[in-house]
Each structure stands twice: as structure tokens, then as C-alpha cells.
């Protein structure tokens, strides 16, 4: 179901590359044919947009019914349950409150008197989240996406949801409400992402992309990047756990679940000192799949994309941890603030045995479109400071220009850029 590892197998490494590498390529044709996609809709528009859309979602749309109606929005809200409207509005005030304490404002430094330099904090003016759709419900996405933006203070947020034979969850619509979101179109595919990325007759042109999909949607992301912003090439979903042996070998069974029932590419790894706790996880990984409502997709993860390894000690764990650069660590480990200080790369930590990663994906308040594929090595979770833009400011009195001036115009020489010189030496006294 699971296997077994250790760090000194002979094929310790082969393993470990069969899990790193997965998701990393398209499929065959997908590059080609959503190339097609994105051509097609920079080129006509609504046209191409909705005969995709009538292909793909069985959905037939116009310039009248392409976007979701301010009505049908509060429709959704008032169609859900109140359980469900009063944990959305408690997920969407937490991640409200993390986000606030993100944000940064302008700044001027009068440091030197003769000169002021400092840097200005703008927000975008349109920013298209993606979201998928149909009959999943993915809410949290719409909130997790939403919110850094409108903190943010970015001017307009759109939002495409795609809509299979006119189905889309309420949950969805009703969370979009909730945060904010300007307006919501009833598409999505690799078209969403090429109708934003350009616009169209109906659909406006954004800043930046951010938001999961499908392979289809995260290519066609990369394709468009730097005609737009996106917020990263989302890969496969992950979690390891580091284990020192406490704990509940039936809570961290769980949590490894949590991310194999995402789909069968996620990858789900165990990483303790303790090998009868690695067993007690296995047999309680068994236990608790028989009752999975996901259960085959979460068996096919396990054993496709699974791992339980024993290490040698805390300081063998966490090195490999550091080397894979986790989506999600879980630090399942007596005094996790202890070992906190040698983790340097990861997307989301979280803390001691009642911690689980479900937590911070929902309502704890971070955000959790996080780095996948080992990119928590360079790059962050989804912030307020993805739906900023900065520019610095500079301005020099006489006196200022003066007593730089040499420096610059003798720097500018250096490199052979004359203009660059005599645009300084042509104000500085003789």
C-alpha cells in the first residue's frame, strides 16, 4: 500500500526521483493544443471563448449570460445552509486579519538632507482569480485567492468558474460574495486563462492570474506568462511529516490521507525515528482507508506517491525535509519550536501534534496556495504582496546631484555609456 524506505537502500534514491519528478511534464500534446486555445482567443475573442466553452463545459453562452449576475450571487448566499454561511464569513474574517498584517505602505527616508529616496506601495487595478468548478466545491480557493487581493486594495477582482452544463456549486458563488469578488464569468480551461491574459468583448483584461486548475489551466498560466502576472506553476499536491516518535500514529495516518485523497499524483510522506511508530502509521493508514469515501484515488497516491522512511535521528529527517522543500511539514514532534530553527524550506509549517495541515488549509488564517515541487526553496504562499506593485522614488536637490555626481558619471564611463555621463556632468558645477 505504502512503502517502506530507508535513507541507506540501494534504491533509496530511484524512489525518491519517482516521486520529485511527478507531474513535472504535460502530457503529450497539451503544450500544442493549449497554445491553439490561447491563439485563438487573443485573436477572436468571445467568439472563440464561448464555441470553447460550448466544446469543452456543454455550456452555450453569449455576451448577456457569460457573467454570473449580481442578483444570482446573492441567490447563492441565501441558498446555502447557515452552518455553511457562518463557517465561510469565520474562514473569511480569519484569512482577512492574517492578510492585514501583511500589508506594506509607501515610504520616504529624509536619512540624507540633500536628497530623498523611498519606495511607493500601489495596489494592481485588476487581478482574475481561477477557480475550479462544476460539481466540486472548492470555496476556500475563492477565499484564499480573494482576500490577499482585496486587502491588497486592488481596484477590480475577477473570477472565472467553470460552469459544465450550467452546474456550479453555490458554496463557490456564495464564498465570492462573501469576498468580495467584483465579477464572476461562467468560464474556464485554458480559454479562461488566454480571455483574461488578453480580454475579450465580455471579459476584461487583467494584471495577473492566480488561482488552481488543471494541467490545462496551470500551461496555459505559463504560456501567458509576461503578457501577465501569475502566482506560480502549480504542481502536485504534497505533505511529509516529521515524527519523533510521540504522538498518534492514528493522527498522522490522517493527515497523511488528507493529502491523498486530493488526487493520485499527491505525494504523502512519513519521515520518523521511530520504526515501530512507521508501523503503527501503516497499519492505521489501512484502517482508516477502508472507510475513505476517496478511497481509491487516496490507495492509488499511497502507493504510487507514498513513503514512510525511518530515520537515523531528527538531524537525518530534517535534512531530508530541507532537501525536498515541502508544500506542507507537519512538525509531529514532541517540541516542535525546537526544531523549528533548522527548517529552511517549506511552504507551510505546522506546529506539534494538534496542528493538522486541514487546519491551515481552511480557516487558520495563512494562506494555502503554497509553493509546490520543491519551489518553497525560492519562492512564498500567495500574500498581500502578490497584488502590489512597488516603485522606488529618488529625488536629488543641487546639492544632492553634486555630491554624488563624480561617482556616477565616473561608473557610467566604466561601462562606456557616455550619454549616461553627460546627462549628470551637463548640471554639475564646473
Not at 507551510?348 to 488564517?365: Q, R, V
Not at 500574500?383 to 554624488?404: A, E, M, N
Amino acid at each position: 500500500m505504502i512503502e517502506f524506505l530507508r535513507f541507506d537502500d540501494a534504491d533509496f534514491e530511484a524512489a525518491l526521483e519517482r516521486i520529485v519528478a511527478r507531474g513535472e511534464e504535460p502530457p503529450a500534446g497539451v503544450e500544442e493544443a493549449v497554445a491553439g486555445i490561447i491563439a485563438r482567443v487573443r485573436q477572436e475573442g468571445d467568439r472563440a471563448l464561448f464555441d470553447y466553452t460550448a466544446r469543452f463545459d456543454g455550456l452555450d453562452l453569449c455576451a448577456a449570460t457569460v457573467e454570473v449576475t449580481a442578483e444570482e450571487l446573492e441567490e447563492a448566499l441565501a441558498e446555502i445552509d447557515e452552518e455553511s454561511r457562518v463557517c465561510l464569513q469565520l474562514a473569511a474574517d480569519r484569512i482577512e486579519a492574517f492578510h492585514r498584517k501583511q500589508k506594506q505602505e509607501s515610504w520616504l527616508s529624509t536619512d540624507e538632507p540633500d536628497m530623498l529616496l523611498g519606495q511607493l506601495v500601489r495596489p494592481l487595478d485588476r487581478v482574475g482569480i481561477y477557480v475550479p468548478g462544476g460539481k466540486a466545491s472548492y470555496p476556500s480557493s475563492v477565499l484564499m485567492n480573494a482576500l490577499p487581493a482585496k486587502v491588497a486594495g486592488v481596484g477590480e477582482i475577477v473570477m472565472a468558474v467553470p460552469m459544465p452544463g450550467g452546474e456550479v456549486n453555490p458554496h463557490v458563488l456564495a464564498a465570492a460574495k462573501l469576498a468580495g469578488v467584483d465579477r464572476v464569468f461562467k468560464i474556464g480551461g485554458a480559454q479562461a486563462v488566454g480571455a483574461l491574459a488578453f480580454g475579450t468583448e465580455s471579459v476584461p483584461r487583467v494584471d495577473k492570474i492566480t488561482g488552481p486548475g488543471n494541467i490545462y489551466v496551470a500551461t496555459a498560466k505559463k504560456q501567458v506568462f509576461g503578457q501577465v502576472d501569475i502566482d506560480m506553476i502549480a504542481g502536485p499536491s504534497e505533505i511529509l511529516v516529521i515524527n519523533d516518535g510521540s504522538g498518534d500514529p492514528q493522527h498522522v495516518a490522517a493527515d497523511l490521507l488528507s493529502q491523498a485523497e486530493h488526487d493520485e499524483l499527491a505525494a504523502s510522506i512519513l519521515v520518523t525515528t521511530d520504526g515501530d511508530f512507521a508501523a503503527a502509521v501503516r497499519e492505521a493508514l489501512a484502517q482508516q482507508l477502508a472507510v475513505l469515501p476517496r478511497r481509491d484515488i487516496a490507495e492509488r497516491s499511497l502507493a504510487s506517491y507514498g513513503a514512510i522512511i525511518v530515520a537515523a535521528d531528527l538531524d537525518e529527517a530534517i535534512a531530508f525535509s530541507n532537501r525536498i522543500a515541502p508544500e506542507h511539514l507537519e512538525l509531529a514532534v514532541a517540541d516542535p519550536f525546537a526544531v523549528l530553527p533548522s527548517i529552511h524550506h517549506a511552504g507551510a509549517i505546522f506546529m506539534g501534534h494538534h496542528t493538522p495541515e486541514a487546519a491551515g488549509d481552511y480557516l487558520a488564517g495563512p494562506n494555502h496556495t503554497l509553493p509546490t515541487g520543491g519551489t518553497a526553496r525560492f519562492f512564498s504562499p500567495l500574500g498581500v504582496d502578490d497584488f502590489v506593485k512597488k516603485s522606488s522614488l529618488i529625488s536629488l536637490s543641487r546639492d544632492g546631484l553634486q555630491r554624488i555626481g563624480g561617482a556616477v558619471v565616473h561608473l557610467a564611463e566604466l561601462e562606456g555609456l557616455a550619454a549616461h555621463g553627460r546627462s549628470v556632468s551637463i548640471r554639475l558645477d564646473r
